[in-house]
């Protein structure tokens, strides 16, 4: 592809004011992405891995992927990459802070991503890429309508029903000028087995799609659509862990002998890429690790003793809390191990507030959200903030109705919207919702009582009565409800043009933070999310010197470069981080 960076607009920038802010309250975009294509030989092709790696730690992308060239007749590339954007604007920031560390040959290249499906979970390690270029011959519109028409069936059948693949990204320049312009098909099989049998489960796609007169008028015309420029083989690359110089290099302070037992959530690989991290450093220490239960039975495995150590992707329940309380008579230490990402699907993703993009608002205060979303009560939680003293309910968090936000008016809104209801969407699943009542309600349960309740497409029953309880509904509705707010998924809500994201402020603060990979990534977003390790710690008293030792290697740089390695997570700031180390003393 052309490089075509000199095209990318340049966004202006006010003296002293981040660009984040700047954009707050803005309609709701749709992702924009680059293609980063490293010819076979250039120069700059040793630097690219790791300028991937900083941008995405930074946020300066919201998500990337590298792929290496393994096998052709005649290699397109050596390395490409694909980088995505919350929006065009975010594009020409990188333009401004990313684009000049490019290596000499490398070539960036706006595009649109025209169709895509992906199946989760997935392990792209092991998978087996090929990425076809070809040379556009049509007009844009028609080429849309072909890759609508024609490769998205094709591959939804080689996704769906023979399962060989296991994702797929079509994607074409934003810079088309005059025919022949240029697209890119990636196509990702499970494995090489799955690999071996692309001709056959292509064919058999093609033979059923065939009866289906619009797909077969396409692929009769498709040699006048598109020409194949090149097939590459290709293989996922991991990209290295970023240096995490201003982070704590580990140091051994005790000789670590004998069994730490794990029970609870893998965290996308991370626990375990954690417990090898720290064998080579105490190689006589073992691990007795089951991820079966996942994040639902991590705490109980503390609570009946028989683990020592209890990694969750979830926020923990009041549910899982008191059962531990009631036999040891505190709650577990929770531990904050890595920072959630910005929106990948599967990793632990903020919720963003999204009202109507005529709502005159631009920006809320945590404390107007949960006035807004929860109800009066009588108490609220507060476990585990200070290891010291275990407050559990208490009236401190107590509020009245009288606090309560019910109409846009109380917000300062004026005109027609004075009057009106706030109607309340979100969503019920626990583990999405439980985190929202512990950042707003103090884990209470009392919702505003209009609270629209939906789950994601993939909790909702099959058929007629789960279509009115997806978060597509909601985000359809929501988009029509002009004096509506919810809380979404960011990768949801996105392609949702009469939404827009409000920014956040903490607490009562007038500090607004929108949200950004930027944002997450540092941990001023409000909403974050946390992955946690829960331990059994008696208030006063040391915590057993194996699993000290072992936390202290994961909350040190060593660590953190593994927790960033995964590609889920982003490593905790310096700052934080030593709010961990605290509570393991």
């Known amino acids: 592809m052309n490089s075509a960076l000199n095209a990318l607009g340049r966004v202006s920038r006010r003296a002293g004011f981040p660009l984040a802010l700047l954009l707050a309250g803005t309609a709701l975009a749709a992702p924009s992405y680059l293609v980063i294509t490293v010819p076979v030989a250039a120069p700059g092709a040793a630097a690219l891995p790791a300028l991937l790696a900083d941008w995405r730690m930074h946020g300066l992308v919201s998500d990337d992927f590298l792929l290496a060239s393994t096998a052709a007749k005649a290699p397109a590339f050596d390395q490409v990459a694909v980088l995505e954007f919350p929006d065009e604007a975010c594009v020409a920031r990188w333009q401004q802070a990313g684009a000049p560390a490019l290596g000499a040959g ?24 090929v990425v076809a270029e070809y040379d556009v011959l049509a007009s844009p ?11 998205a069936p094709e591959m939804e059948a080689m996704r769906t029903q023979t399962k060989v693949l296991t994702s797929y990204f079509l994607y074409a320049a934003k810079d088309k000028g005059s025919a022949p312009w240029q697209s890119m098909l990636v196509m990702e099989f499970r494995d090489s087995v799955a690999f071996g049998r692309r001709e056959e489960t292509m064919k058999a796609a093609r033979d059923e799609l065939a009866a289906v007169p619009a797909w077969k ?3 009769d015309t498709k040699a006048t659509i598109r020409k194949e420029a090149s097939l590459t083989e290709a293989a996922w690359q991991l990209l290295p862990a970023p240096p995490l110089a201003e982070l704590p290099s580990y140091q051994p302070e005790y000789h670590v002998i004998g069994t730490i037992r794990v029970l609870g959530s893998f965290l996308k690989f991370a626990t ?9 450093y105490q190689p006589d220490a073992q691990f007795a690790s089951n991820f079966t239960t996942s994040s639902e039975g991590a705490i109980g495995g503390l609570c009946t003793g028989i683990s020592d150590l209890a990694p969750a992707g979830d926020d923990a329940k009041i549910t899982d809390m008191m059962p531990f309380f009631n036999v040891y008579g505190y709650v577990p230490t ?54 010291e003293h275990n407050i559990l309910y208490s009236a401190q968090f107590a ?8 109409t846009w008016g109380q917000l300062g809104v004026t005109g027609e919207w004075a009057d009106k209801p706030i109607q309340t969407y979100g969503y019920c699943a626990p583990g999405f919702a439980v985190y929202f009542e512990r950042k707003l309600l103090h884990w209470s349960t009392k919702y505003n009582p209009n609270f629209k309740e939906y789950v994601e497409p993939k909790e909702a029953e099959p058929g007629a009565d789960g279509k009115p309880v ?29 939404l827009k994201v409000l920014a956040i402020a903490p607490g009562t603060s007038d500090h607004y933070v929108d949200y950004t990979p930027e944002n997450v990534s540092n941990r001023t977003y409000p909403l974050k999310r946390d ?13 057993d010197p194996k699993l000290r030792e072992f936390l202290r290697f994961v909350l040190s740089r060593e660590g953190q470069q593994i927790v960033a390695h995964t590609g889920f997570m982003y490593p905790l700031t310096p700052e934080y981080l030593a709010e961990q180390l605290k509570k393991l003393d």
């Open 399 to 406: 509020r009245g109705p009288e606090t309560n936000i019910r």
């Open 531 to 543: 992955c946690y390790f829960y331990v059994n710690k008696e208030p006063g008293r040391p915590l």
């Open 334 to 387: 929770e531990i904050s191990v890595a920072t959630g990402d910005y929106e990948k699907r599967g990793a632990l993703w903020p919720a963003v507030i999204v009202v109507n993009k005529d709502n005159p608002i631009a920006h809320l205060k945590m404390d107007e959200l949960d006035r807004i979303f929860g109800a009066e009560r009588t108490g609220g939680w507060d476990i585990g903030n200070n290891p």
């Open 470 to 498: 997806s978060s597509d509904r909601m985000l359809d509705e929501l988009s029509a409800d002009k004096f509506g707010i919810g809380w979404a998924a960011m990768f949801h809500a996105q392609f949702y043009p009469n």
């Open 272 to 280: 375990a890429a954690l417990e090898d991290g720290f064998l080579k």
């Open 106 to 129: 490398v070539i960036a290249t706006p595009v649109d991503r025209l169709v895509h499906g992906e199946t989760f979970p997935r392990d792209s390690t092991k998978a087996t890429f």
């Open 217 to 219: 008028a396409l692929s």
């Open 141 to 151: 519109e028609q080429y849309r309508a072909y890759a609508e028409g024609y490769v």
